[in-house]
């Protein structure tokens, strides 16, 4: 089969590699049929030493059930099913608390050793604790959209709660990717009032404005910090979202956050350390979030995808083929394009 390699720094190659198979009597074996590029996995085309194995790439996927193993029940040959980024058995200690990234049997996908969702196909670990059955066909037109059940959309739903969103109050995100446009959905779906997106690039600036964005912030830095205190009659957010992860975005979000405010982060951090300790002590402010549990959340948000009242899917602004994945990464890294979704 097909499948996306990392060997390192900007050396990203589609070979073809040994077919998915089942091993354990609890895993899946799914034939991708969408898949898609995050901007998370920027953060090892720019940073990865050099490695001969290379790493499978992709975890964030919809496919087709091939076949299971003998102790899987809750899913069958057939089924169109979307994965979400961690793979979980359903039923440890973290997974009844809905926290299945933190899965006691669970783990990620790609990697030497684990199939990625950027190939033909994948071995499912814990098949029924991990995948979700979807009520629709492969080629349903709300394709895109029930692909960030997968990863952004649950995460930016995760930023939210993580920063303690709720009716009426001020909300701020840092980031205009994926996740950050997502996180202004989610802010807006659980009842928002003024959403204040910082970013600088049109086309995302107008898409927050879609999703539910009510103020844009294009400075950087100290002066972004100042439009925000302008924009909220000098006290700061309620809730912050940090969706980017490194140091400048982090010491923006504590910064523009009101006292006793939240700031959700899912952005994964890029610094040992979270900046302004002292200020954000002083303020009381609650620092929350880490890797979305979007299996959790699938279930909640898939109505409001297929009921059309929220349209993540529209993040995704260019579609490639399984050997077009190499430009879509350097696409993505030269902020040509939002998100690239790969159809097989
Ligand atoms: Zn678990």
Do not use: N
């Given at each position: 089969m097909r499948a996306t390699v990392m060997y390192g720094v900007h050396d990203v190659r589609v070979e073809t590699v040994p077919d998915a198979k089942i091993i354990e009597s609890t895993d899946a074996l799914v034939r991708v049929t969408r898949a898609c590029i995050c901007g998370s996995d920027l953060w090892p085309y720019n940073?990865?030493?050099?490695?001969?194995?290379g790493n499978r790439m992709g975890h964030e996927f919809i496919g087709v059930v091939d076949a299971v193993g003998s102790?899987?029940?809750?899913v069958k040959k057939g089924d169109l099913v979307v994965a979400p980024f961690a793979w979980s058995d359903g039923t440890c200690e973290f997974c009844q608390q809905?926290?299945?990234?933190?899965?006691?049997h669970g783990g990620w996908w790609g990697g030497v050793t684990l199939d990625g969702?950027?190939?033909?196909g994948v071995r499912i670990p814990q098949a029924d604790g991990t995948l979700v059955v979807l009520p629709?066909?492969?080629?349903?037109?709300l394709m895109p959209s029930l692909l960030t059940l997968s990863d952004v959309m649950g995460t930016g739903h995760h930023a939210a709660l993580a920063a303690r969103v709720k009716p009426g109050r001020v909300v701020a995100v840092v980031g205009d990717g994926a996740v950050g446009l997502c996180g202004v959905i989610a802010a807006r779906r659980l009842g928002a009032g003024q959403i204040i997106m910082l970013g600088r690039h049109a086309d995302r600036i107008s898409l927050a404005r879609t999703f539910g964005a009510t103020d844009i912030v294009s400075e950087r830095g100290d002066a972004a910090i100042e439009r925000v205190r302008e924009l909220t009659g000098g006290l700061g957010a309620h809730s912050v979202l940090e969706?980017?992860?490194h140091g400048e975005a982090m010491r923006t979000a504590v910064s523009i956050a009101r006292p006793g405010g939240a700031v959700g982060r899912v952005g994964?951090?890029?610094?040992?350390t979270i900046p302004n300790a002292q200020p954000t002590f002083y303020s009381n402010i609650t620092i929350a979030g880490g890797p979305a549990p979007v299996r959790a959340y699938i279930e909640e948000l898939l109505p409001d995808v297929l009921e059309g009242?929220?349209?993540?899917?529209?993040?995704?602004d260019r579609v490639t083929n399984i050997e077009g994945v190499p430009d879509g990464y350097r696409a993505m890294n030269e902020r040509e394009a939002i998100k690239v979704m790969i159809e097989f």
């Open positions: 940073s990865m030493p050099a490695s001969e194995p102790a899987v029940r809750k809905g926290l299945q990234t933190s899965c006691l969702g950027q190939g033909e629709v066909g492969p080629d349903h037109a969706c980017v992860g994964v951090p890029q610094e040992e009242r929220i349209e993540p899917g529209r993040v995704f």
